[in-house]
Structures are given as structure tokens and as C-alpha cells.
């Protein structure tokens, strides 16, 4: 019986829509599965209620929770999200959570790929070398650069990355005064501020118009098409391939596998939560890191009875965040007067300045480590967000944010009368066998499925190594002259930030996908989100995702018999 | 990702709703059908309620005045319709059911409190009064996070796009001289969104 498709794809982000846009331009049939709506450049306003505060481009948490474990004492607790300020949906959309990022673009460093030849051991930790290099990697980042449009300009520093080519295919975004404020702060400290590679083009390519300088990036969709999301960049061109197809509202349920072990297509539920089935020869999972160990534990077949690629107990281990960090410091306008009180005020240009001068850091107590990337930018834009930090940053004793009279006047003054630089801090999150994703016993989704448990199992290194990056970005505001500066590191996880889960490796008792991201004993599944990742690198995935999914997708390619 | 990692949020809320977490799993049906026989009399603005009771009513307007007053010179929740609002925000099917019922559990706490201090129910306190028995209120983990999520309503009422029925006239935008991100919304997102 012909198959539907060459392949299908389960996810439309980062990781699925490389392979989707690979296959459909060689000349093979795709049909891609999205749990999401499909929005376009017209449904995305700048409305704060819709986009930022209520569920309009990820799952109802009521709906589709998940549960969370946490350390408690010397035990473990455990409660689902709803109500709670956790939440590991990040864009449940056709193009995933890349209509929503703020597009910050670093690459990961040579060492990033051989963290335990470079930096040795860390106790209690599973640190691994990765079974490919950067240079493997290398020319996929370029290809990322021109293809899904990254825009910026070099300038050498320490811990520079070297390139294939000579600079960024697309000219940088206009900088914020801020920008040249940061320059000069780093020369007198002797540090070298990035300027920050950014997934957003200034000026128009294609069908693309280039950034509006809105104000309003992180969190919410493009109207322009200037942010490089994988809808825009990947999937709006593999669709017009006429072999690619997008199935919106579509909730995949299981990948199905024959008694060979082998893929033989995917069931999911419509729009009207009726099953569906699609068949393809070849199946491509990337659901973001938490979703795809979830689907691939709840994928029993014949030969797969502990989920696809479990036979090791090994799928769900090792989820990967990003230790949370980050800081403040206020600029009082009284203090700037004509054009520079004017600069201060704009919102709508970028900081675009990362400092990666701590990339490795040595400590008198801590020693020699990896350090980690601190990203400076302009408070968001959002006024209820804005408000509500007024509030909770003035927070009483017990927690309860600041009310009244008081917090109206805090207000007034955050709006008013500062300008608040902040920055926040991207480390690796240390490898841990138990930091995993398993089902969920006894909650269940909308659809009656088991949802993904989340134990968050963050070692110890990551609260200090976060502490000290806030310290030195804390250090940084201060010399730049803010007020007021403060920050926080608690080592828990950012959880925009997910990786892991399905490591890749050569061994098949301790990783689950080989060092082409194809299961270890499914010879025809791929896993092409952050899921492979057995470290994360200090810097956002992003970039790493898409880059990698263009390198398996030339193994997916072969696997259905390559182009014709 | 830089506005969704509100650094100053996450370990409090996760405190103070995980341990009661699972009830609402099944909880929310009944609840849900509760509230259907709870609308009843209408606001003192003529429309009838989505789920608060008119008791409740009563409690949140008094106690969203306290949250955020309004001063002569700057605009508080009265200015803004914020119990209609909150009402109409609490039957959003987008809305948490723990978040709704902490929402509503803070009324009734508050009312318990103000009949110790020997009144019939909250609003009948005078300012301090309400002060009082709020900040007596907030001192629990459960407070806190009535707090925190009240608050947040109610400032989306303030600062709210005015397609959410929210800021009528931008009157809270123009309060913190906010200018708000082009393109602005025709209509709510979540009508046509999903």
C-alpha cells in the first residue's frame, strides 16, 4: 500500500519545519502534524491580554496540564500547573514557539561540544562529549543565517566562534542608545560586548517586510514576518512546494511501529477529536523536548512495549533547562536631560549586547568552570506586566506583592520617571539522570492520555554558577551608573528554555537516538527538536535546534531515497 | 523569552496552590454547575453576573478599591469597571478553575475577617478597615496569592487593550502615558484565534 506521505512530521517549529522544507524542496511528500492553529502576520496584534496573559497560542493548562516535582525536604512533591506560575507550553502553533521568541541568535562554542574533555567532570552530574563536533554543526549554523535570516555584524572577542563565512548574511537592527552606553562600559572594564545576532531582518527579503521596531518582540507573534519564525522562514515556503502539506489542530497520540520495530505512520486526533491516521515511510518527531519524550513513552508497539526507543529506560532522562537569573538596574531620567532623556525613553530599537566575556570563568572558590553568556535588554514593553512588576518587586515578607496607594505611586515612578536595563543569564543546566520526563500516573489531558511528569532535579553547580554570572552582570549595571540594581538566581528552571530528554550518543544503553538523531532500534524515526541534546551550551537553543534539524534532515532525505 | 521569566513570581504561587492542586481535576464540574445557580440579582451597573454572587460582588469592589484606589489625580479600579471585568474574566473559559475559585476564596476569607472585627461583611469597613483585614489576609500563603492574582486582574483592567472591555477611553494608559505596540487588536484574538 502506498504510504500518505515520504514522511511526516510531528511539530512545526524549530526542529520539525528544517526537515519539512528539506524534503518538500528535494521533491518528497510531507505532511506535517500541528497540535496548534495556523496564525499568520495578520492575527498577531500587540495585545497583552490575549498573547501574553491568556492561553491563545499554547494549551489551556486546565486542559492539557502537566506535573510538576519538585524537592522537598528530603523527598519529592508533586502538583500539577494549572494555578501555579509553572507552565511548560511555550507556542502551540503552526510554526511553534518561534513566532513568540525574542529571536536572541549565539551559537554554541567548539568546547560546548566537548564539555567533558574541556572542563572535566562535574560530580554528580552525567556530563558527556557530544558524538559530533562543531564542525559538523558549523556549516548548518551558516545555513540557518541564510535561510531563516540572521541578522548582525562580528566583532572579535575572546570566545569568538570561528565561522565559514566572513559576516551575517543580513545587516544588524537598529540599536538602541543603550547599545553604545554598553560599549563603552565594556571598554573601560576591559570586557568585549557582542553585538547580539538577532533572528529578526531590518529591511525587507521575499515575501518578508522587515521589523516594524514595534516595541513589542519576545512573546508575541511577527506582523511583519521580519522574526524569523519557522512558520515564515520554513513552512509558508515548503507549502508553496506544492509537497507539503500542514494539518492544524491535529494532536498526535502515538507513532505507530510494525513488528520489525520500524515506523509505519502516526495517529493523531482532528479538530474535531476524531482519530486520525497518517502514514508515511519515515517519521519525524519534534515536539519540544518535554512533549517528544512524552509521545515516544506513550508510543508502545511490539517491539517497543516501554515506549519507542525505551528499551534502556533511558527516554525522558536528562531534560535540560536553563538556570533561571537574571537582574535590573534603573536609570533615573532626572539625571539625562535633552537628546539623552529623549534616547532613554524609545522602546522600539534593540540593545542587541550579550557579554560572553564569562563564557569560562575562574573563581577563587569556584575554580576554573564554564561560565555562561549575560544578555542585556530594555525592560519589556508590556504595561500590565510592567505594573505587575512594580508590584512584586516591592513584595511584603510573606510574598504578597506591594497594593494601595504605594504601588500606585511605584508605578508612576517605573513608568515615568527610570528607564530599567535589565539582563539575564544563559549556563548549561547539568545533565541529570533522574531530571526527567515519565507519564504521569493517574492526571490525564482533555483526550484521556497520561500527561508528562516533570521531576526538575537542578544541581547544585546551577544555582552557583547562575549566581555568579548575576553578580558580574549586577557589576556591569552598576558601572554602566544604574540605581538600584538587584537580581536573583534560584537555580530553578527557565521553562521557555527545554532541551534533552532523548539524548544522542553512539551507546544505546545510555542515549536513545545515534549520532544522526534517528532512534536506536527504530531505524525510521528521527527526533529533530532540542530532545538530542546532551548538554545545552550557554547560550539559548534556538539557533542549535534549527541548525541541527537541517543536518538530520539530509539523513531523513536518504532514508526515504534521497532527492528526485 | 525574556518577559516570560518573571523572576519575581514563580516560588511563592507554586507554594501556596501546589499542595491543593489535584482537587480540581474533578472539582470542576460541579463548581461550574454551582455557578450557573449562583447568577442571580443583578450588579449595582444593571448587568447580571457570570459567576460572582452578589455577596462576592460586593467584597471584590470593596476590595479591588483597596487594591487599587482611585485618587483624584489617578485613576483606581472603580474608574475602571474592574469588577465587571473581573467577573467577565473569571467565566473565561481560558481561565484557571484554581485560579477563579483562590479568586473567590479571597472574598469569602475576607468577609470572615471583617465580621471578627465586628462588621457585617468587608465592604461595610471603613479604609483602614480593609487595609487592615487585607494585610491580615496576606500574611497567609493562601492571601499572598489571592493578592498577587486579584491584582492582576485588576490591572488588566487598568491597562488592558479597550477591546477586553478593559481601560475604557485608555484611561489607565494615559494615566502612565503608555503608548501602546502597533498593530492594535480589531478584536479579541481568542474569538477568532483558536
Redesign the interface.
Known sequence: MTPDADVVVVGSGAGGAPVAWTLAEAGRRVIVLEKG?W?REA???????????????VP???EEPHV?E?REGLGW?A??T?????DFW?GTLVGGATNV??G?FLRMKPDDFRPLSAYGPVPGADVVDWPIGYDDLEPFYARVEREVGVSGRLRAHRFAEPRSTPEFPFPPTVEHPFASWIDETGSKLGLSPVPLPRAVLARPVGTRRGC?Y???C???GC?TGAKGSARVALIDRAVATGRCEVRAHSRATRVLTDEAGRATGVTYLDAQGRAQTVTARAVVVACQAIETSRLLLLSTGPKHPRGLGNAHDQVGRRILFSP???GSGLFPLAKFDGDRREALLS?ATFVNRTLQDAYVIEDPVLGRRKGGSVDL?LK??????T???A???N??P????L???P??RA??RL??DVRQL?F?VFLDWQPMEGCRVTLDP??RDKDGLPVARVRVDSHEWNRQTATWLCRFGARFLEAMGAEGVRW?A?G?P????QAGGCRFGTDPTTSVLDPACRVHDAGNVFVTDGSFMPTGGSV?YTWTIYANAFRVATHVLSEVGGRR | MDDRRDLDRRSFLARAVGGAGLAWLSAVAASVRLERAARAAPTPEGAAPKVLTPAEWRTLEAAQDTLLPSEPDAPGARDVRATAYLDAALADPDTEPPRRDLVRAGAAALDRLARDAGATDFAALDEAGRDRAVEAYARSDEGAAWVDATLAFTLEAMLGDPVHDANPGEVGWRWVGHVPGEPRPARKAQEGGR
Open positions: 492553529p496564525l492575527d498577531f496584534t500587540k495585545d497583552e491580554i490575549a498573547f501574553c496573559r491568556r492561553p491563545t497560542v489551556r493548562r486546565h510538576v519538585v512533591t502538583f500539577p494549572p494555578g501555579t506560575d509553572w511555550n521568541m525574542s536572541f516594524s514595534s516595541g513589542y519576545g512573546s508575541y506582523a533561571d537569573g537574571g522602546d535588554l519589556h514593553s508590556n504595561p500590565i506586566q505594573a505587575m512588576h508590584a512584586r518587586s513584595a511584603r510573606s510574598g504578597a506583592p497594593w494601595g496607594r504601588l500606585k508605578i508612576e513608568f515615568r535589565r539575564e493517574a492526571v536573583a534560584n530553578g527557565s521553562t521557555n528554555l539559548p
